[in-house]
């Protein structure tokens, strides 16, 4: 089980942070995205062996995820938001461990899914 907490509505330029608490620990944890009109799409994600984390092209750079293993909990801060990141965003998790082939990380491999958060950046 995924439990997720944050998102809302914010401006161009603001921050975020996104929590997704598991109620056991899996290979892989991370996030998806789903726009207005569009598929799901692979945002960022951390193996909890290494913690070896992959973001999306689209969010290198901007996007950060951290930790709090006591917790069993990750955390996704977004920063210099824009518009084009207005989705409902979905904490995943797989037991298997999808660092060495993170292109396999995709919504059919995942085997838990979040309630999902609304995200919206007006510009």
């Known amino acids: 089980q995924l439990t997720e907490s944050g998102g809302g509505s914010v401006e161009a330029g603001a921050s975020l942070t996104l929590s997704c608490a598991a109620s056991r620990r899996p290979a892989t944890q991370g996030w998806f995205r789903q726009g207005p009109g569009k598929e799901r799409e692979f945002v960022a994600a951390?193996?909890?062996?290494?913690?070896?984390?992959k973001y999306a092209d689209a969010v290198e750079g901007r996007f950060t995820i951290t930790r709090d293993n006591a917790k069993n909990t990750r955390y996704l801060k977004m920063n210099n938001l824009t518009p084009a990141d207005t989705a409902v965003y979905y904490c995943?998790?797989?037991?298997?461990?999808?660092?060495?082939?993170?292109?396999?990380?995709?919504?059919?491999?995942?085997?838990?899914w979040g309630q999902g958060s609304q995200v919206t950046v007006s510009s």
């Open positions: 951390m193996s909890w062996v290494g913690h070896i984390m």
């Open positions: 995943a998790s797989s037991i298997y461990d999808w660092a060495k082939n993170w292109n396999g990380f995709q919504p059919s491999a995942v085997d838990t």
